[in-house]
């Protein structure tokens, strides 16, 4: 499986697997997944997630809280 990672018009980084066709951001905007610029690609959820936590970090300066096992 395939992960797209891609950022919403409000700055928000997401992601979603490949073949997904919409995603509804937190900012209450539907996005086209097939028309977003890709980011990134991953192969599991699991690293999707983290890549967006590291794209998020970078953008908003860190942040963002850390989960316990990441300390
Ligand atoms: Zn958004």
Not at 36 to 65: C, H, N, P, S
């Amino acid at each position: 499986m395939t992960y797209l990672i891609y950022r919403c018009d409000c700055g928000r980084v997401l992601y979603s697997k490949e073949g997904s066709k919409t995603k509804k951001c937190t900012c209450g905007k539907t996005l086209n997944v097939r028309k977003r610029r890709i980011l990134k690609i991953a192969e599991t959820a699991d690293l999707a997630a983290r890549a967006v936590q590291d794209m998020q970090e970078e953008i908003y300066g860190g942040t963002i809280f850390k989960t316990a096992d990441q300390l």
